[in-house]
């Protein structure tokens, strides 16, 4: 009981705040765009600490790395987003905000590619084969 009602208070904080966004905000995809920057800059401000907390120059901490500077450009493009509704001209801004996307996505293939290595390295798709196996034979003796 003493760790639901903490919960249940951030669940309704969050909802109120939400709300409160909605309500202030002159339009609404200016308060996604805010919803969504807010909660970006919380998953990079983990990402951080996950990058901190890990050995130096292991393999998740590079992946981590790459993990934060993509999400670092998906946050930079929401906040060029929200900027452009106060730009007049958008020609160049517009292939600002599609650069940013685009190595974003290029940083997310790298770790992508990056968590390819770390598995082959850990070698976790033999001990899933090996796994698999088992389970297949626990079926057969039922």
Do not use: H
């Not at 901490?61 to 001209?89: D, P």
């Amino acid at each position: 009981m003493k760790k639901l009602l903490p919960i249940i208070l951030g669940i309704i904080s969050i909802a109120v705040a939400v709300y409160a966004i909605f309500r202030i905000s002159p339009t609404t995809e200016f308060a996604i765009n805010f919803l969504v920057i807010s909660f970006g800059l919380l998953a990079l401000i983990w990402s951080y600490k996950a990058y901190q907390s890990l050995a130096p120059n292991s393999s998740l901490r590079s992946y981590s790395l790459l993990f934060a500077a993509a999400l670092t450009l998906i946050v930079l493009n929401r906040i060029l987003a929200v900027m452009s509704t106060f730009i007049i001209i958008k020609t160049w801004y517009n292939y600002l905000e599609y650069l940013t996307v685009i190595s974003a996505y290029l940083l997310f293939v790298a770790a992508s590619y990056k968590i390819l290595a770390i598995g082959k390295e850990f070698g976790f798709a033999d001990s899933t084969l090996l796994i698999k196996e088992a389970l297949k034979e626990k079926k057969k003796k039922k």
